[in-house]
Each structure stands twice: as structure tokens, then as C-alpha cells.
């Protein structure tokens, strides 16, 4: 079975750290034989605050003009999510939210794990998410990985010079988030291909 596992990097603005975690996350995930990996920015779908006139849910995939299409068509790609999420007072960042609720069958039956990072490693922030991808009808996965500022602060000192090799201690727990996300991934698209 081919599977598409996807990662959202929720931040957009200049100067994120996102990037350091997405790329340790393509580092350690990119070219793997159990899924085919894209990395979904952002940045790459500027979209106004959510204005669609009808909510997601109920017009599905009759989508309002060609820049919501081209998400929803990159969201629908996929089997499974890695959002790399920072935490902005205790929450995830509203760039994120406002790019999901412009979708929703797009995310139905899929699964998402977590990677944050932040003072608590974005636990928080994975905590609304979970709430939230219940309400897309998408099953929110348990092992995420936490990046404390034990590891953010080398990170970002190192700044051009960052190797994915500073975020190694994490290897075992982004080891075991990708195996559940797999499972999940696999389990789920048998299930919707099923109908
Ligand atoms: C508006 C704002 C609010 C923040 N609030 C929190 C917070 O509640 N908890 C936390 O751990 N870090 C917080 N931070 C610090 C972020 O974790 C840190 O700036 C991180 O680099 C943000 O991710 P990004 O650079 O990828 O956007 C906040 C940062 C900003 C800009």
C-alpha cells in the first residue's frame, strides 16, 4: 500500500524556528519505504481570514476560488498529518487554524500526529489541536514529540549552522510517533477506500 504522510508547518512568520524541527523531520523521514513524505508550508497558501461563504462542511469540496482548491486538493493528498506547531499564548498559531477551517472532508477519517516545541514543547498547543482535529472527524494520535528549550536554545543559536544532528536525543520518540502514525495511516485508508 502507498502512503502519503504529510507535514503542516503551521508558523509563517519570518525568521520561525519551524524550520529547524521540519528539517530534522525530513532528515530522519524523507525517502522511507512505508510512505512517500511532502512537506506542506504555509506560506506557500496565503490565504485571507477565513471568508468562505459557506462552511467546508457543507459545501465538501465545492471550493470557492482556485487558491482554497490548490489546500484542500494538497490536504486531501494525504493518509496522515505531522503538524509542526509552536506555541503563541498557549495556542497554536492562528495561521494554522485559519488554513484548516477552510477544509473539512479533506481531513475525515485521517490521522495526525503532533511535533511542538516552546517552554512546555508546545504541549499546550498540541493539546487544542487534538481537540480540534476531533471535531474534523480525524483521530489525534498520543505520541508527540515535545522539543523543550534545552534542545530550542542550541537550535537557534546555531543558526545557519543547524544539523538535524542537534535533535538526535529525539530519535527514538519521533521513531515511535511515526510507527503509530503508520499504523493509523495504513488502517485508516483501508477502511476508507472500503467506503
Ligand atoms: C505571539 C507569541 C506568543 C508566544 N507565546 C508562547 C507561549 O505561550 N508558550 C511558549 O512556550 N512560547 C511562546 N512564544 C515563544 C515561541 O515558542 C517562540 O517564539 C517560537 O520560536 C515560535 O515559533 P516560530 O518561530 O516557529 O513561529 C510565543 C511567541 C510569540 C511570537
Known amino acids: ?65 482556485e487558491a482554497v482548491a490548490e489546500l484542500g486538493r494538497r490536504f486531501d493528498s494525504a493518509d496522515g498529518y505531522i503538524a509542526v506547531t509552536s506555541e503563541y499564548n498557549h495556542g497554536y498559531p492562528a495561521s494554522l487554524k485559519n488554513a484548516m477551517d477552510y477544509v473539512f472532508p479533506e481531513f475525515n477519517k485521517k490521522p ?11 504541549a499546550r498547543a498540541i493539546e487544542q489541536l487534538r481537540l480540534v482535529t ?19 536554545r542550541p537550535a537557534m543559536m546555531a543558526a545557519e549552522e543547524f544539523t538535524p544532528a542537534l535533535f538526535e536525543s529525539l530519535d527514538d520518540r519521533l521513531e515511535m510517533m511515526v510507527s ?12 476508507r477506500d472500503a467506503g
Not at 25 to 49: C, I, K, S, T, Y
Not at 143 to 150: E, K, R, S
Open 112 to 122: 495526525m500526529s503532533f511535533v511542538g516545541y516552546g517552554n512546555a514543547g508546545g
Open 180 to 191: 503509530e502514525l503508520v499504523w493509523w495511516s495504513s488502517a485508516l485508508k483501508v477502511a
Open 134 to 152: 476531533v471535531e474534523f472527524e480525524m483521530a489525534p494520535l498520543r505520541h508527540a514529540v515535545h522539543i523543550l528549550p534545552d534542545l530550542m
Open 1 to 65: 500500500m502507498s502512503l502519503r504522510i504529510q507535514i503542516i508547518i503551521g508558523s509563517t512568520r519570518p525568521g520561525r524556528f519551524a524550520d529547524k524541527p521540519v528539517a530534522w523531520l525530513v532528515d530522519r523521514l524523507d525517502g522511507r519505504d512505508d510512505f512517500e513524505l511532502d512537506v506542506l508550508d504555509l506560506r506557500d497558501h496565503p490565504l485571507p481570514l477565513f471568508d468562505s461563504p459557506m462552511p467546508p462542511a457543507r459545501s465538501l469540496r465545492d471550493y470557492p476560488n
